[in-house]
């Protein structure tokens, strides 16, 4: 069975700083992954994901990712984090690029 | 870009009631939609995969009979939560799946509220 697991359900990061939001699965096959972010009262947008190409996943907004197989990892990160940043992300798996296995999210908080 | 459409965005009924809620797509046509429900401070929990014109596909502990779901054409599917009470208040979200190069992709409504007095 797939699963995702999120490290901290809150961040907090100055203007600025470097973003990291951690997110590790687990999966019987090669996994699709998949980073979403939601901002208040809008539906999830998808930032980037890995489809077993690159591991170093680029996305829109200046958010990257990098699949390491070894550490079952899928982490994302911004160089420079922005207050338009401030949002709850969430990291998805899935086996056939479709139906998808969600974590239960990070609340980035981006202080001035 | 691929839009999705949920209405109504919330809605509160009174216990034993049952409550539509419509999911579509704006601009494209989608073979297959996703009913996900999120509690407050947790994930999505997929409900059901609906392919149109076919019975949809619920996942394990997920009522049929509870959560009807109609996808009667490529740019509508419904969930009606049927004989509502307090325990089913969530917010419910729904995903349209586009191929986009090659490969799926969903594209998510705003989701709906739904209360349950």
């Known amino acids: 069975a797939q699963s995702v697991t999120q490290l901290g359900s809150h961040v907090s990061v100055s203007e600025g700083a470097l973003v990291l939001l951690r997110c590790n699965y687990s999966s019987s096959v090669p996994p699709y992954l998949f980073w979403y972010v939601q901002y208040p009262n809008q539906g999830l947008q998808l930032l980037l994901k890995y489809t077993s190409a690159a591991t170093l996943v680029k996305g829109i907004n200046g958010f990257e990712a990098e699949f390491k197989k070894s550490e079952t990892s899928f982490h994302l990160t911004k160089p420079s984090a922005h207050m338009s940043d401030a949002a709850e992300y969430f990291c998805a798996v899935s086996e056939d690029g479709n139906k998808l296995v969600f974590g239960a999210g990070t609340i980035l908080r981006v202080k001035s | 870009g691929a839009v999705v459409s949920q209405h109504p965005s919330w809605v509160i009924c009174k216990s034993g009631t049952s409550v539509k809620i419509e999911c579509r797509s704006l601009?494209?046509?989608?073979?297959?939609m996703f009913w996900y429900r999120q509690f407050p401070k947790q994930s999505l929990m997929l409900m059901a995969t609906?392919?149109?014109?076919?019975?949809?596909?619920?996942e394990q502990g997920v009522e049929k009979d509870k959560f009807l779901i109609n996808h009667a054409s490529l740019t509508l599917s419904t969930l009606t939560v049927t004989s509502a009470h307090p325990e089913d208040s969530s917010f419910y979200i729904c995903s349209a799946s586009s191929v986009v190069g090659l490969s799926h992709e969903q594209f998510f409504g705003p989701g709906t509220r739904l209360t349950v007095l």
């Open positions: 601009d494209f046509q989608a073979t297959t």
């Open positions: 609906s392919n149109e014109g076919s019975k949809a596909t619920y």
